[in-house]
């Protein structure tokens, strides 16, 4: 089990790094702190997609644009659609890389 904690002591003091070398654990927070991030309602969720989402909000609380309902959710359905892809293609190059090794 690894625990990345911003306080000095983990909940788990097994948790803790031992050794010299703290790289990995320093790396893990880096890259949490840059993938993902909460949502307003406390689910865990991509940056990328937190970010988008944050953007069109700010648009449509300024007025730049207006949207019905149906073009969100086909605008939801494409984006969930091309996740979806995304998700697939990488976990296509993991089995490749594997079976090359």
């Not at 003091?13 to 990995?24: F, S, T, V």
């Not at 406390?42 to 149906?70: M, P």
Request: proline share 4%; with cysteine.
């Amino acid at each position: 089990m690894l625990e990345a904690s911003l306080v000095g002591v983990p909940a788990n003091a097994d948790a803790l790094a031992k050794g010299p070398d703290l790289r990995p654990a320093d790396e893990l927070i880096r890259f949490v702190l840059r993938e993902w991030a909460l949502s307003p309602d406390g689910r865990q969720i991509c940056r990328a997609e937190f970010d988008r989402c944050d953007e069109v909000g700010k648009r449509i609380k300024n007025g730049q644009f207006v949207v019905n309902r149906d073009r969100v959710e086909a605008l939801e359905r494409a984006a969930k659609a091309k996740r979806l892809a995304d998700q697939r293609a990488r976990e296509i190059a993991i089995r490749r890389a594997r079976s090359e090794t």
